[in-house]
């Protein structure tokens, strides 16, 4: 089974990726948290944000005389990145759906008891702020880690973990 990995392959790549999803995360609270929009509204106000910055990049374009490919089959993504895609979800649902069925059975009382304290906390935690509030806070915490984990120094880079020592 593969495995889902949150590194790139670029030097740098990792911090960009995060940065991105950091900013449709604080899209969608802005959005839907604080102006009280349902998600339709969002995926509207994007669609026509989308469309505009397209129409002035095509004119931006023309004007410079840059080509932009517009064939469908270069923007498409391949099989085995669709398959890795599948199966990096398929792997995190089954995960948690086998520490959920051994949670309930009883078997293993210390997971019980921590599946119980989270859900807890979770139902704490909703009652305190909205979903919205939770579901960014969380957000930002994920890519907060990500960063980290990829901004260690002794982290291996993509040439293979050969460092030229000279």
Avoid at 104 to 111: E, N
Avoid at 115 to 138: D, E
Wanted: with cysteine; aromatic share 8%.
């Amino acid at each position: 089974m593969e495995e889902c990995s949150g590194g790139s392959t670029a030097a740098g790549g990792g911090g960009v990726r995060w940065g991105v999803v950091v900013v449709c995360g604080t899209l969608v609270y802005y959005h839907c948290g604080w102006r009280d929009a349902s998600l339709l509204s969002l995926f509207a106000d994007v669609l026509i944000v989308l469309l505009c910055s397209l129409s002035i990049l095509g004119l931006l374009f023309r004007h410079l005389n840059i080509s932009v490919p517009v064939d469908p089959l270069e923007w498409q993504i391949s099989q085995d990145t669709a398959n890795s895609i599948i199966a990096c979800l398929a792997n995190t649902v089954g995960a948690t759906e086998s520490v959920l069925r051994v949670a309930a059975t009883g078997h293993d009382k210390r997971l019980f008891v921590k599946v119980v304290v989270f859900l807890y906390l979770l139902s704490a935690m909703g009652r305190v702020a909205s979903g919205a509030t939770i579901a960014y806070t969380g957000l930002c915490a994920f890519c907060l880690y990500e960063l980290v984990k990829n901004s260690r120094p002794g982290r291996n880079d993509s040439s293979g973990g050969t460092q030229d020592s000279s």
